[in-house]
């Protein structure tokens, strides 16, 4: 099972990105998925997940209103759409996959990690 994640770079503050992250081995149909992120110097933190339906989703609070999570089981893929960025919206970006089909907030709850991808955002 691997998970790669993509579509990171440099964007200006109120900017917008959109993350993906492709997902082997047909995991993303019957899994929960979600994106974490860790900053420099600082923990892993939660950003959003959602469910194998697609049905629920849930975000963090900094995030909230901004950021969109999705999926597309065919493709074996989720999305992280990420818009009015903000400075410290900067860091590595990782996708992980959970063996439940619900979502969770936890990062010890998920099993399969991808390699992160970087969001810098400038001021």
Known sequence: VQ????????????GSLRLSCAASGGIVSGSAMGWFRQAPGKEREFVASINWSAYSTYYADSVKGRFAISRDNAKNTIYLQMNSLKPEDTAVY??????????????????????????????
């Not at 998970?3 to 109120?14: E, H, M, P, T």
């Open 3 to 14: 998970l790669q994640a993509s579509g990171g770079g440099l964007v200006q503050s109120g």
């Open 94 to 123: 990782y996708c992980a996959a959970r063996n439940s089909r619900f979502h969770s907030v936890s990062a010890h709850e998920y099993n399969y990690w991808g390699q992160g991808t970087l969001v810098t955002v400038s001021s």
